[in-house]
């Protein structure tokens, strides 16, 4: 501790140099703490999905619909504990860059589905009863000033109802939060018997399963099961932990954690340049300091220290300034007002960025700390 | 006599030095068969001219350096002998060091600078600053203790140097040309000072340099040429 107002005055040496060198490192890390939100935002779904949930969806893809009557044979293959059934509605509200996800299910089953999702009894019941009822996820509902009771006029391209229009109308009857913030409560989920009827074509169909089981740890056999028992079906199943399913819709989009990766990785690499010179600089027009330092008694080791020190330091400033100015900006929320449901950095992410700070404080310092401490004393003494 | 004089008095002894540098296949005999001996308390001018191995034996007096060949021991101790970590050690515990071109840190304050030799001791904060003022009271920059080495003038730097040097209170101050870099006046003052600290404080003072006005101050003085000491007799 004693040696921290040496330490901190080299860094002072140079103010403008340190000050850029911080900045840049500060914006590595807000970069990487952005990029991990943006990441855990797109496949978090993939951790946050329930280990005792499988999607059944078409093997072929997962545009390609499924009979509604699979769910009597689902419900009845042994470990299944329970389904519900969801349908894309792909609908735009007002504008095409309003997206959320709108999906017709069976108010009962999804709730049981996902119990995180919170509804009051008043709105489930409310919901039972209203054939164009819809509830909302308390983000949609907030994003654009919902309230109970409102109108939703949704149009979409997909689904034509008998009348040749593509603008459906739901009743607000209820807005629901979630437990955790790993809940999603962006959708807006409407009653599949009120679309079923209304739309022309694909009657009686659905567009997956989401699938309860008894033990996770059979979710496997029951997988193969589900699948074995369509094999051969005009439509066949393609079975699969709804981790993976998640997964699978967020790399329409490319591999999102190479791509995030190799953003990092190249960005990383730059700044151990740019802090790598910055300290190895700091090191050589100091020779005779540290020269003189050694000769009044400072070892090789605590040179050695006090330049890995200096390193670590101008990381750790850098890195805990960037981490903690890219969670302020994620606590504002998801900036594209629901594409982004789990927008947020998750705290085993701000331990790896600590991390990083602390391996990029030691990878900039080593070099530059040994050649501190490999110096000859009458050597450096010279060079003042 | 301090303690750590050996029984005939001398603090510093130095027998059968060589100090040979290698320059590429090249073989650069610096020191040869060198003898010293420095007695306790004793202001030694040591001077020559250039090339001749006066900061070569000076590093070796202070365990910057080991000679090739020969004993070197300071306080009764075989310095030649000690590994680095332990010659670190002992310079922070015995030896002053007052430099030319004084080798302050320019980021630290005067206080701070002269501070830097008891981080390695186990003093506390409150301890510290108690010696540090005394030290700068000893060289009289009580008044200047804030100050950078950017806003002292040359002679205050080298002041500020050697309240760095004694603030350990050392048995040994080394100095490699105090006043080279200074004008007469300040190199006076500066003189006077070391003359204070070896005949007020006890210290034993051995001082590289050029200069014969320098020298003048020192009670005895020795000259080094082609790797061999003539002595000038003492005063």
Not at chain 1, 323 to 330: D, P, S
């Amino acid at each position: 501790m004693k040696f921290l107002p040496l330490i901190w005055s080299n860094l002072k040496r140079r103010k403008l140099r340190t000050l850029l060198t911080v900045l840049s490192i500060l914006v590595a890390f807000v970069l990487f703490g952005l990029i991990c939100a943006i990441q855990h935002a797109l496949v978090g779904g993939v951790d946050m999905a329930g280990a005792d949930r499988l999607i059944v969806r078409h093997k072929v893809s997962l545009v390609i619909s499924l009979p509604g009557s699979y769910q009597q044979t689902i419900d009845k293959i042994p470990g299944v504990a329970g389904s519900a059934h969801l349908t894309w509605f792909g609908g735009i509200y007002q504008d095409a860059k309003n997206f959320f996800p709108q999906m017709a299910v069976v108010p009962q089953e999804i709730l049981d589905t996902y119990p995180k999702v919170v509804l009051s009894p008043e709105q489930k019941k409310a919901w039972l009863n209203t054939r164009t009822g819809a509830v909302a996820g308390r983000a949609t509902a907030k994003r654009f000033g919902w309230k109970v009771g409102d109108r939703i006029p949704i149009t979409t391209a997909i689904w034509t109802k008998a009348d040749g229009s593509q603008l459906w109308d739901f009743d607000l009857v209820g807005i629901f939060d979630g437990q955790d913030k790993a809940t999603d409560t962006t959708p807006l989920w409407f009653r599949y018997d009120y679309f079923d009827e209304g739309r022309v074509y694909d009657k009686g169909h659905v567009g997956w399963y989401v699938i309860r089981v008894k033990d996770p740890s059979q979710a496997v056999a029951i997988a193969k099961r589900i699948d074995d028992q369509f094999a051969n079906s005009p439509a066949e199943t393609k079975t699969e932990p709804e981790g993976a399913f998640v997964q699978s819709f967020a790399k329409q989009i490319g591999n999102i954690g190479l791509i995030a990766e190799g953003i990092m990785g190249a960005v990383f690499f730059t700044i151990l340049l740019v802090a790598g010179n910055t300290m190895s600089q700091s090191v050589r027009e100091r020779t005779g300091e540290l020269g003189a330092l050694k000769a009044i008694g400072f070892t090789n080791g605590q040179v050695l220290c006090q330049v890995m020190a200096e390193s670590c330091l101008l990381a750790g400033v850098g890195g805990v300034l960037g981490l903690g100015l890219a969670w302020a900006f994620v606590l504002q929320g998801d900036p594209t007002k629901g594409l982004l449901p789990f927008f947020y950095i998750p705290p085993d992410n701000l331990l790896i960025g600590l991390g990083i700070c602390l391996a990029l404080g030691v990878a900039t310092g080593i070099v530059p700390a040994l050649q501190a401490m490999r110096l000859r004393v009458a050597d450096a003494l010279r060079r003042m | 006599m301090s303690e750590t004089s050996t029984s005939d008095g001398a603090l510093v002894r130095v027998e059968g030095v060589d100090k040979v540098f290698h320059r590429g296949a090249e073989e650069i005999h610096v020191l040869a068969g060198l003898s010293l001996q420095v007695p306790d308390r004793q202001f030694l001018a040591l001077m020559g001219p250039s090339g001749s191995g006066k900061s070569t034996l000076l590093n070796l007096l202070g365990g910057l350096d080991r000679p090739t060949q020969g004993t070197v021991t300071v306080g009764g101790e075989r310095i030649d002998q000690l590994s680095d970590r332990q010659l670190a050690r002992w310079r922070a515990r015995h030896v002053g060091f007052v430099f030319q071109l004084y080798n302050l840190m320019p980021v630290l304050s005067a206080e701070r600078n002269v501070e830097l030799p008891l981080l390695l001791t186990d003093l506390s904060k409150a301890e510290r600053a108690e010696h540090v003022r005394t030290a700068l009271a000893i060289v009289g920059l009580s008044q200047r203790a804030k100050h950078y080495p950017r806003t002292l003038s040359g002679g205050e730097q080298q002041r500020v140097g050697i309240a760095r040097a004694i603030v350990t209170d050392p048995t040994l101050l080394l100095c490699d040309e105090p006043t080279g870099d200074l004008d007469r006046k300040a190199g006076d003052e500066i003189l006077d000072l070391l003359q204070a600290l070896n005949r007020e404080h006890g210290k034993t003072v051995l001082m590289v340099t050029h200069d014969p006005h320098a020298s003048a101050r020192a009670a005895r003085t020795v000259h080094l040429d082609k790797g061999q000491l003539r002595e000038e007799g003492a005063k």
